[in-house]
T-cell receptor, first 113, second 115 residues
Framework: GQQLNQSPQSMFIQEGEDVSMNCTSSSIFNTWLWYKQDPGEGPVLLIALYKAGELTSNGRLTAQFGITRKDSFLNISASIPSDVGIYFCAGPPNSNSGYALNFGKGTSLLVTP | DTGVSQDPRHKITKRGQNVTFRCDPISEHNRLYWYRQTLGQGPEFLTYFQNEAQLEKSRLLSDRFSAERPKGSFSTLEIQRTEQGDSAMYLC?????????????FGPGTRLLVL
């Protein structure tokens, strides 16, 4: 499937700092999903974006669907230790009629107290 | 709504053995998906069902893999003659017919280790 490129690959920050990560694709996506995965667990849905330009918040998390439909970013404000985990972007490519999701390789976040 | 559940959570097997995993989707979710995730990678799509019909399979799903969803509720994924390369986390997800079908909710996964 089409590749989703996530950056940065990893981040090591102090508690209280804001975090920004992004996801880009060479093809158009109609939906962007952001998931968080803890070690040994399945991904948990954080935010879903369905419209180009859409900006959606979920508590301290904010995500935006890029105007070109080829990118999305996720911001976390005032990070806390429980934000530690791997953050994945995902979406069904425009050409995919079955809603099978393509995932990026993830951004690993470490937060020190 | 108890979320997607998967059983077992962990499985260790010897090469050449068959294994079967079960997934129970969120109740009333008509679509059920299987993904595989290896270390350092995001999940990769294997197959999905709408009700009891298997509608799509990826090229990752070799002929040693078979999935069923006989009554349109729970699903099983069987791997025959396991190989060491099958070691991975197997994830199940489901989506609602009344929401956006691409918005998928994942279970906790079954971690398979083939020795």
């Amino acid at each position: 499937g089409q590749q989703l490129n996530q950056s940065p690959q990893s981040m090591f920050i102090q508690e209280g700092e804001d975090v920004s990560m992004n996801c880009t694709s060479s093809s158009i996506f109609n939906t962007w999903l952001w998931y968080k995965q803890d070690p040994g667990e399945g991904p948990v849905l954080l935010i879903a974006l369905y419209k180009a330009g859409e900006l959606t918040s979920n508590g301290r998390l904010t995500a935006q669907f890029g105007i070109t439909r080829k990118d999305s970013f996720l911001n976390i404000s005032a990070s806390i230790p429980s934000d530690v985990g791997i953050y994945f972007c995902a979406g069904p490519p425009n050409s995919n009629s079955g809603y099978a999701l393509n995932f990026g390789k993830g951004t690993s976040l470490l937060v020190t107290p | 709504d108890t979320g997607v559940s998967q059983d077992p959570r962990h499985k260790i097997t010897k090469r050449g053995q068959n294994v079967t995993f079960r997934c129970d989707p969120i109740s009333e979710h008509n679509r059920l998906y299987w993904y595989r995730q290896t270390l350092g990678q995001g999940p990769e799509f294997l197959t999905y069902f709408q009700n009891e019909a298997q509608l799509e399979k990826s090229r990752l799903l070799s002929d040693r893999f078979s999935a069923e969803r006989p009554k349109g509720s729970f699903s099983t994924l069987e791997i025959q003659r396991t190989e060491q390369g099958d070691s991975a986390m197997y994830l199940c997800a489901s989506s609602s017919p009344w929401g956006r079908q691409e918005t998928q909710y994942f279970g906790p996964g079954t971690r398979l280790l083939v020795l």
